[in-house]
């Protein structure tokens, strides 16, 4: 195998796995709003940007790539690849689980608003936690690539 195998693998991984629990997420957050609007319909704008919140880490996987895509090279060494494949792969699974787990919180917000109660800013800042994985993984990974 060459080192370019590996370090594309690692530059796949962290656009799938951070793309696919974007999706995940978000398709959480969809569902719980699509009950929440038949119970409360003038919390629209709320329940839009809270559905979106997981998607971030999508944006995430996006900014790995094309900080990564500049150490594929053709002679690439298997230091950078291994360094490539490690970094990509550690942000691509912080961010699928931490958009699930993100998704969650902002469903039970979004839940609760529907109920009429007024937990928005709450569940923002709740939902930020999880969002903080995902940005240090990013910070990791750009910590690498210098």
């Keep these: 195998m060459e080192p370019i195998v590996l370090a594309y ?17 978000v398709t959480i957050c969809g569902n719980a709003a699509i009950g929440a609007l038949k119970k409360n319909p003038t919390a629209t704008g709320q329940l839009l940007v809270l559905s979106a919140l997981p998607s ?16 594929l090279v053709p002679d690439i060494t298997w230091y950078a690849a291994a360094a490539c494949f490690g970094a990509g792969v550690g942000l691509g699974v912080v961010s699928l689980f931490s958009a699930i787990r993100q998704g969650q919180v902002c469903a039970n917000g979004i839940i609760a608003i529907g109920g009429g ?3 928005f800013a709450t569940t923002m800042i709740l939902s ?19």
């Design 9 to 25: 693998f690692g530059v796949a991984c962290v656009v799938a796995l951070s793309g696919v629990g974007s999706a995940w997420g």
């Design 56 to 71: 971030t880490q999508g944006l995430y996987g996006f900014v790995g790539y094309f900080i990564l895509s500049t150490y």
């Design 117 to 119: 109660h007024n937990v």
């Design 128 to 146: 930020v936690y999880a969002e903080l994985y995902p940005i240090l993984a990013l910070l990791i990974l750009i910590l690498i690539a210098i």
